[in-house]
């Protein structure tokens, strides 16, 4: 397990990988953060204590849903889906942050025969 | 940190699951406990420092942790449907057939008469010198009441059947005769008007208490009803007063409709002869109330030198009493001839059926054991996160009460299926059976026991789980099986127990199909109506010749005949009877029996007539007396000297003018297990044909087919009413019938029985099934790998079938030790087979063994066909 390489999330981007985790069907806090590492290789580490209040405001705006259902292994656990709004906002957030990629990515690959010409 | 929207509590829940998750991971990556914890609550950081705070600042209160274990309870059972659904429907069964025995044992047994300190009441017993129940004379009952010391009070009574004109339209009705002090010793108060008193007694006043049903049935329970007078047997009575609603006398089954005051006997006789203050004729039940600080135990030790004092006053010889011994039995319940027959069979079936609930049990904790082994996984996760074990093994028994709370309800409507199931089938007649408050509490405590009992079982094994190895153990989480594992030790025991089931069964079948085999000496094809006359008068013989005239003259009918009694319904009884060249030896039982019957009667019932003659109508009033008596007296008195011709009379003092005419094959009387009495026939013709008392008459007729049969019927009840409409026919069936009445006792126990025995096999196999087939998944490696090293099919079942072997084996060892001392628990009830039948135990041990090899063989195939490549890859 690569745990040294942990990097921290972004501010403002784990919204996006919360509804991200969402699109392919409801999970609760727990998968969601696992989902988030597994998909990105472990790489990014989900920190709880800050899942859990960024769940609390994408919900009170309408982007996920929250119901309490049964885990696998028999627990009551909190299970969020995405929300119409928040499939929307999800692909308006990627656009953006695509864009932002490109962007930075852009700038960080620029040579200076470019920049001159 | 503020949360929004939601409450703090769900908030919490949320954060447990997430870090239970978590948890559960760390373990499965290999952490310890320990580890999985600390490392869990880390990716929490802040968050769950605060959860924390919150929670030690408010631990859970215990009905709040009570709901959470009982909705984690439901989800337990709601996810194997299989296994809850078996387990309700075991335990449904056994708990439904406990309260319906139950239900019975209360009705029959138990149930005590609303009266105060139904627990101080004794009957006193009159025993004639054989040992038979017999009545007190009123003299016996005054001397004792007056001499005894362990009882405050004594009150005699007597039931009579008499017939009451209420003007347009005459009814018969049941009184009861009682002492003056009957009310008082029961401690009942009127519900209006006045009960009987000590000084009505004396003075044989001619009043009447009505009971309750009565005086709702009679006089809509109008006060009116006070002052009005009953006519009775030709006699006007006083109603001065009405008992409580639910007081039935104290003759269970049997309520009356009034009481009158026993002084009142004489005047009620129509100036006949009295039986008060004389000791010649016993006629009274005897009840009493012991004294404070006496027991039932100290008072019958009194009873033998009271009646030997009892003898010394009245200078009677004890030789020629009719008293023998005085006996008391618990009084509280009433009397019950319900009771005499029931008692035993009851008793019976009550331990059998507890027999059932045991097997259930043991079935149930077996497969929660197995289940719990399943999840011991979960357990250690559960102790890992922090639970006490505590709280585990409360969790545990949560599950428990939740299965016996569906199994309870479930079994109590069983119970009152099974209930109107037994009474639909007529065994318990004119007895009030129904669910109480005493049948519900009876069940709700063998539930709870058994929920106990069995949830305790896994509780125990969870609690020895070590966290540690258990969830490095892997997902079987299959333990090394100690030779004597509690399932092992289970399927022992439900194999002996169904053993002692299923041979009790044999034997009381195999009692009941004795019974009914027996030849009883008459035809049972016959035709038999009880008729009441007493509501017409009239002249008996001109009656009864009249009838049975009209009767054989139905079509069909081959012959019509008479008989005071009918088969297993009494007969009158004599004492003392003197014969010619007959010298008793001291303490003779001198008793015989009485029948009166018409000519015709022999032929009718096809009872063969071996010497004499039959009667004919020449034995008429006025004729000499003459008697047919059966092979059983002839045997007897005459011991194979010739009996005809000779001469008898009822008692040593009379002149022997009764003459022998014939002998006749003994008949069976009473019931079928009892040889057949001394029995005296003496011809209606003489004895003034129909009485008051009961009659019976057998009709013998040739019909073919259902139709034929059904207007037999219709023929026969029209003749008897054309004949008079006012003869009450009381019953009409075939003597097939009465005989199959007499066995009904029987037939109760043994389908019961024989009911219980296939439950038993039935969850003892599945018992068996289940430890089988998990051995065989927790063996499958073992399996495997001693296939891939070459060993063949009969290796790998016998390795399945050893454990069998030995589980049955053992069990059924014990089952005969327990069998046998369960046979001689019935031995009273079983007819025509030993307590200790060879063939029905053989037989017995046959089926179970059978048994077990059918629920061994889908495991043991299952293990033939392990493929050892996937048995050790998965393994």
Known sequence: MPKGNRVSLLPGTLEMLVLQSLLFGSRHGHGIATTIQRTSDELLLVDHGSLYPALQRLERAGLIASTWGISDNNRRARFYKLTRAGRKKLVAETGKWEQLVRAVKGVLQARPEEEQA | MKWFGRADRDYREELDAHLEMEIRENLDRGMSPHEARQAALRTFGNALAVRQQLAEARPLHFWQTLSQDVRYGARVLKRSPGLTATIVFTLALAIGANAAIFSLVE????????????????IVRALSRQGARDSFSHTDYE???????????MSASTVWKMSLDAGDHKERVTAELVSGNYFTLLGVEPAAGRMITVDDDHQGRLIAVLSHAFWQRSFAGRDDALGRNLRLDGSSLTIVGVAPSGFEGEFAGNPPDFWIPLGAQPALSGGGRSTLHTRNVSWLDVMARLRPGVTAAQAQAGMQPLLESLRADLRVDSQNDYLGAITIEPGGGGLSSLRDYYAQPLRLLMALVAVVLLIACANVANLLVAQSAARRREFAVRLAIGAGRARVVRQLLTES??????????????????????????????LEVHLNLSVLAFTVAISSAAAVTFGLAPALQCNRIDPWPTLKDGITGAGTGARFSPSRLLVVTQTALSLVLVIASGLLLRTLLNLKAIDPGFDEQ????????????????????????????????????????GFGQGASRICCISLDGYVPYPNEDKNVRIQTVSAEYFRSLNIPLIAGRPFADADSNGAPRVAIINETMARYYFRGADPLGKRFAWSHAAPKDIEIIGVVKDAKYDNLRQDSPRLVYLPALQQGFFSLGPNFVQIRAKTHGERQVATLFQDVRAAIRAVNPGIRIVSLEPLSAAVNRTLAPERLVSWLSLGFGIVAILLTSVGLYGILAYNVVRKTKEFGIRMALGAGRPTIVRMVMTEAVLLVGLGLMLGLAAAVSFGNLAAKLLFGVQPRDTMTFASATLILVLVAIAAGYIPTRRATRVEPATALRNG
């Open chain 2, 107 to 122: 009705a029959v047994l138990l149930r005590m008469l609303p009266v105060r300190e139904p627990q101080s009441l004794v």
């Open chain 2, 401 to 430: 009460f939740l299965l016996m709370a569906m199994a309870c309800v479930a079994g109590l409507a069983l119970a009152d299926g099974i209930v109107r199931m037994l009474l639909a089938v007529s065994v318990v007649q004119g």
């Open chain 2, 526 to 565: 016959v035709l038999e109506a009880n008729l009441d006359t007493s509501l017409i008068s009239g002249n008996g013989v001109a009656l009864g010749t009249a009838l049975l005239e009209r009767l054989s003259t139905v079509p069909g009918v081959e012959r019509a005949s008479f008989s005071q009694f």
């Open chain 2, 143 to 153: 001397w004792l009441r007056d001499h005894n010391r362990a009882f405050s009070a």
